[in-house]
């Protein structure tokens, strides 16, 4: 893993945190078969591949929007927490080295 080669390297942590993010986001959205993109933007597509309707109801678009929001930042602690942790054992093996 290049985090232990470079530990203090910016754009390795900011690609890190990213690419963790990313792929919790897509585990969950796989996992309830909810897409975050969909919510965020009040569409949902039950019939025929490709056909996009917007969703009407104020309360169901609030409820995706909640949902979405509640995705994103568990995600994003998931992510930073792991992040984190591989910076502080990278960090502590160079140390030791």
Excluded: Q
């Amino acid at each position: 893993m290049l985090t232990f080669y470079f530990p203090f390297s910016v754009l390795l942590w900011v690609s890190l945190l990213l690419t963790t993010f990313s792929a919790l986001v897509l585990y969950n959205e796989i996992k309830s078969g909810f897409c975050v993109i969909f919510g965020f933007f009040s569409l949902h597509n039950f019939k025929e591949l490709g056909n996009l309707e917007e969703v009407e109801n104020p309360k169901y678009r609030k409820a995706d929007l909640n949902r979405v929001f509640k995705i994103a930042m568990a995600s994003m602690v998931i992510a930073l927490v792991y992040t984190i942790g591989i910076h502080i054992i990278s960090s502590s093996l160079l140390h030791h080295a």
